[in-house]
Every structure is written in structure tokens, then in C-alpha cells.
């Protein structure tokens, strides 16, 4: 039984691939297109699924679409209505377009199906799950768990903004939820606008500026902003917003009640105003999803807790719920925004449609994320010197040292190794590395190698069996999905100069032994190495250890501001001729950037728009 999954013309468009229930392959579409969060239909996953999976579109069973148009278009219909006549020009915009392609969105999907099988009836194999019941699917089916409460939280599916669904054996079914416009994700998001970040790929950047500021602005936005209840439900005060009739994210009475309007990031830079609004945001967040979690384990009864939606990519607060100590295991789905809901709409046809069980429990049937594309090592070879790169072939032993040693040297390496991860995350197949024992570091990969925000923070990749001697954590953290603190034992006593500090000026201060990795609030961002599911990275990490002491290391996705993480050999030859990166490991041939023809290098960085 073979089962296609996709989600598309929203954003994170991908494509997954189930065979009697066991994930093939999966990617996401701008992995290929080379376009950050493309919401093309995903022709180039869908290729690569079933080439992965060594089948030809015919083959299909049935193909699962993750939400359902006509639902979603009916949300459009009745919220413009609801705001009549405010926000005419926005529905005059969005119409068309609906009537155009989404709505007649069956007919799309057939007719993009047919490039590949030009006979088959793709009409009768078609199904459209929900789409707060394919992230609720693509967190519980895959999780250890035989039964556990799925928390769902996003901007909007159809109608759906944050759910409860209680997963048992091969069944889930959502039992709670809270509707559009009442949305946290779409809360979070109103204040990445206002920020002066872009919506829908910007949030990561408030939750890492948060901690530079003071949560001053929570109180206002609970008084004003948000009715909270004690278990976690919520109701939002329209008249703050515009995202339901109009075409920005905030109102004028927003801009008043924080002091002006939104940022520009062109022309404005980013003030401790605004690292306390990013602050107030997050502390809101933690608290709604605190008190949710706490009400669903009160009302269920369940021990273990799967998160989902885009929401669920907020680390901070997923640590938070973690060290809260209601629920004893939680699983997050590494690909929790809209391209995971591809593997949620193909998991729920195979468990919920068909009836098909879940075999045996226990463990994570993620693989570590590794499901996108891999290459051998004669074809990596063959590429690299198209792209004309120069290079040595090292046996497997050979490419560690020489990577462990570059790292040693303070050098960043870029690593390019096994199958390319589904979701958001680099998680040491598609990664930038450096040694975060350097206090220089951050500052050097965020400017000169990612061209990015100096303020952004850097994820630790730690070895499994270490993590508890350097954090706050002993448990699996395989996803980079849950942040705890440094040891104190790791931490260095901060000056009364240094204690004074305030916003970005706290940024250059190292905080432990491996202050590149650790935030100014002490935190980090954890990814847990396993053996089993990436072998050669946790050798890569043993011998720094072995040479350093030190069994951490920085881990970032391979790519620079607005570029999509690189998908082939081509890709990360480009980025690493294109950024500051000075070594560069792909399979087993080991590059040197000064070996490299100065020509080569070009103005990559303008290739990209800006996120």
C-alpha cells in the first residue's frame, strides 16, 4: 500500500511517502526549487518520493491532501461578511485568486497529478484530511507513545487555531478546539509584523531576541489584548488586529496602545523596545501554553503529551512544559508547521481511512528526520567537479579528523553527509559547524558566514551521553525542539558591569565554556546526537571530543539569510563559495577554501530575498 501525502499553496509546500505505513522519503519543496517556503504545488518532492521509494506515480494507492479548501474558503466567505463592509479591498484581492485556483482546488491537484500519470483517475484515489487532524496525525502516529493527548496550535487551518485530539493505538480524534480569528500563532505572529519581521518565517527571530529584553509589555497585552482563561482557552480583541479584514497584521489601535507604528526593518533599527515587546510575546506564549498543557492532563488523565502546528516550533516553550513536569514524555514533530501536515494527511488515510494498526510501539518513527535525498559518493565526486570545484577523497576515519581538527582550529565547517532533514531544522546532515567553545564565534557565523542579525542564537549538538554533565536536561532532545539551561557548574560568574548590561550590548559577553552556544538568559537550544540514527555525526562529535574535551559543538543549517537549507552537492559547493565558510565536508571529499578558483565566488548572497 502506497500512500502520497502533500501539502501545498499555502506555504511549506512538501511531499511525503508511506509504504503499508512506514515513511519512505519526505522534503520539502523549496529544498528543490531553491525558493524559501515555496507553496508551489510540490512537483519536485513528489518526484523525489517516488524515486526514493523506487515506484512510479501509477503505483499510488491513494493521495492525501492535508486540509480541505472548500472548509477554508467557507472561513473567507463568513469573515468578510462578519467585518462588511471594512475590508473590501482585501476580499477584492483574495476572490479571485479563490475562485481561480482554490476553489476548483480538486480539478488543480488532478490535473498536477496527471504530469505524472497521465491515465490514472487521480479523482477516485484523491482524499482531503483536515488540517489540524493531519498535524494532530503527524505528531501521534509517529511518536514512542501507544496512547498520549495531541496539542495542536497554529495560525488557522479551516477553522481550527489551537486543538486537543487524544490519540489511542491507530485512532486519534480531536475532541477540543478554539477557532479562527482567536489564535496564538496568529498573536505571535501580529507581533513578528510589528516587530518588523516577516510573517510566517520571522518568528524564530522574536523567540531568539526575546531574551535581550524585559517582559514590561505583558500585563498590557492581557489587559487589553487577550481574555485568558485558567485552562488555557483564550479570546482575542479584534479591534487590535487586521489580519481578518485587511492586509497587514495590526491596527492602528495596536500601533497606539505599544507606541507607534510597526518597525521598518529598512530604515529602523532594533531598540530595546522592541527586545521587550519580543520578550512580553514570548511570556504570553509560555503562559497560554502552560496553562493548556496543565488543563489537558488535569481533564485526560494522559501521561504523555505529542505537540504539533507551528506554534510547537517555539522550543522555549516547549522546555518550558517539559521542566512544568504534568505530562512524564513529550514528542514534538520535527517538521511541526505546514510541510509536516503532508505526512499527517498520508498517516491519517493509512490509520484512520483504512483502519491499519500502528505494529509495535516504543519507538520514534521519524528516523532522526533524515527522509530527503541522499547521494553516493561516485555522483558526489561527478558533481563537485562540474561545479568545478577542487577537492581530496579521505577514507571515512580520515574525513573526521580532518573535520574535527578544522573545527579545533576555529574554523566553520560546512557538512553535507546522508539523507537531507524534513522539516525546519539542520540537524547534521545539511549543517554549518564551529567549535562553540569560541566566544567569537556567534558574532563571526551570524555576519560573515550566515549574513544574518547578529543577535541570532546558535543550537548545541550535543552527544547523547554528555548532555546532562553541560545542561538541564537528561532526556532525548533528537529534534533541537526543547531548550534548557547550562549547567551552573559550566556558567561563568558574571561581572557587576557585566550583570548591568541591557538589550544587544549583553550579547558579547560570554556566559559559560561554550559561550557561543549559550544564550544571554543561559539557555540553548538543545539537539541530542544518537549512534543509531546519524552514525557518522556523532563520530564527527566524538573525536572533537576525543581532541577538545569538549562534547559539543555549533550546529546550523547549511545555508545563508533567505536561502532555503542547500538539497545537493551543487548547493553547498555555492553556499560555501558564496559565504565565509573555510572548510567543507561532502561524503568523503574534504575541500579547503583557498584551494578553491577565486572565480568561482560570486554575489550569492543577493541570489536570495531577505526573510
Request: glycine content about 8%.
Amino acid at each position: 500500500m502506497l500512500i502520497l501525502g502533500i501539502s501545498a499553496l499555502y506555504h511549506d509546500s512538501a511531499a511525503v511517502i508511506l509504504r503499508d505505513g512506514e515513511i519512505i522519503a519526505a522534503a520539502q519543496e523549496e529544498r528543490f526549487s531553491r525558493k524559501k517556503h515555496d507553496a508551489g504545488f510540490p512537483r519536485h518532492a513528489i518526484a523525489y518520493c517516488l524515486e526514493e521509494a523506487g515506484v512510479r506515480a501509477e503505483d499510488v494507492d491513494y493521495v492525501s491532501f492535508y486540509d480541505k479548501p472548500f472548509l477554508k474558503f467557507e472561513r473567507l466567505l463568513e469573515t468578510y461578511v462578519a467585518f462588511a463592509p471594512r475590508g473590501f479591498s482585501s476580499f477584492r484581492t483574495a476572490l479571485p485568486v479563490w475562485l481561480r485556483e482554490k476553489l476548483y482546488f480538486k480539478d488543480l491537484l488532478c490535473k498536477e497529478l496527471k504530469k505524472f500519470a497521465p491515465d490514472v483517475a487521480w479523482e477516485k484515489r484523491l482524499r482531503f484530511s483536515e488540517h489540524h487532524l493531519s498535524h494532530a496525525a503527524s505528531a501521534f502516529f509517529p511518536s514512542p507513545f501507544a496512547e498520549a493527548a495531541v496539542l495542536t496550535m497554529d495560525g488557522v487551518g479551516e477553522w481550527a487555531t489551537t486543538s486537543l485530539a487524544i490519540g489511542r493505538g491507530n485512532q486519534l480524534e480531536v475532541v477540543k478546539e478554539i477557532h479562527f480569528p482567536h489564535s496564538l500563532g496568529l498573536l505571535y505572529s501580529a507581533f513578528t509584523y510589528y516587530t518588523g519581521f516577516k510573517v510566517n518565517s520571522g518568528e524564530y527571530k522574536v523567540m531568539g531576541l526575546a531574551p535581550y529584553g524585559e517582559p514590561k509589555y505583558a500585563q498590557t497585552i492581557f489587559d487589553h489584548i487577550i481574555d485568558l482563561k485558567p485552562d488555557g482557552s483564550f479570546r482575542l480583541d479584534q479591534s487590535y488586529f487586521d489580519y481578518c479584514a485587511g492586509l497587514t497584521m495590526t491596527s492602528e489601535k495596536f500601533h497606539k496602545l505599544f507606541g507607534g507604528p510597526p518597525r521598518s526593518p529598512d530604515h529602523q533599527l532594533l531598540t530595546q523596545h522592541h527586545m521587550d515587546l519580543a520578550a512580553s510575546v514570548q511570556f504570553v506564549t509560555e503562559e497560554i501554553v502552560l496553562r493548556l498543557t496543565r488543563a489537558i492532563r488535569h481533564e485526560t488523565g494522559m501521561r504523555n503529551l505529542c505537540l504539533a502546528g507551528g506554534v510547537a516550533l517555539n522550543c522555549v516553550a516547549n522546555g518550558k512544559v517539559l521542566r512544568d513536569g504534568h505530562f512524564e514524555q513529550i514528542w514534538v514533530q520535527p517538521a511541526s508547521g505546514d510541510a509536516g501536515g503532508a505526512l499527517g494527511a498520508a498517516l491519517a488515510i493509512h490509520h484512520l481511512h483504512l483502519n491499519h494498526d500502528r505494529g509495535s510501539v516504543g519507538q520514534d518513527k521519524m528516523q532522526g528526520a533524515y527522509l530527503g535525498p541522499c547521494f553516493a559518493q561516485a555522483d558526489i565526486e561527478q558533481r563537485l567537479r562540474k561545479a568545478g570545484a577542487v577537492f581530496e577523497v579521505l577514507k571515512d576515519d580520515e574525513l573526521i579528523e580532518a573535520s574535527a581538527t578544522a573545527m579545533a582550529e576555529g574554523k566553520a565547517l560546512g557538512w553535507f553527509q546522508g539523507r537531507m532533514e524534513f522539516g525546519p531544522r539542520a540537524l547534521g546532515a545539511r549543517s554549518i559547524l564551529a567549535d562553540a567553545r569560541s566566544p567569537a564565534m556567534q558574532s563571526i557565523l551570524n555576519l560573515k558566514v550566515k549574513f544574518r542579525e547578529s543577535f541570532r542564537p546558535f543550537a548545541p549538538s550535543v552527544l547523547r551521553s554528555d548532555v546532562a554533565e553541560w545542561f538541564e536536561l537528561d532526556s532525548d532532545s533528537p529534534y533541537m525542539l526543547m531548550v534548557a539551561d547550562v549547567v551552573k557548574g559550566r556558567r561563568r560568574s558574571m561581572t557587576q558591569a557585566e550583570n548591568a548590561l541591557f538589550g544587544i550590548d549583553k550579547l558579547n559577553v560570554p556566559r559559560s565554556e561554550i559561550p557561543a552556544v549559550t544564550h544571554v538568559d543561559y539557555s540553548a537550544r538543545i539537539q541530542t546526537v544518537h549512534p543509531d540514527t546519524n552514525p557518522r555525526y556523532h563520530e564527527l562529535i566524538s573525536a572533537f571530543k576525543r581532541r577538545t574535551g569538549c562534547p559539543v559543538i555549533i550546529n546550523t543549517s547549511f545555508n545563508v539569510r533567505g536561502e532555503p537549507i542547500v538539497c545537493t552537492p551543487e548547493d553547498a559547493f555555492r553556499c560555501f563559495m558564496g559565504s565565509n565558510i573555510e572548510t567543507l565536508a561532502v561524503g568523503n571529499c574534504f575541500l579547503h577554501k583557498e584551494n578553491q578558483d577565486p572565480a568561482l565566488a560570486s554575489d550569492y548572497l543577493s541570489a536570495f530575498e531577505p526573510d
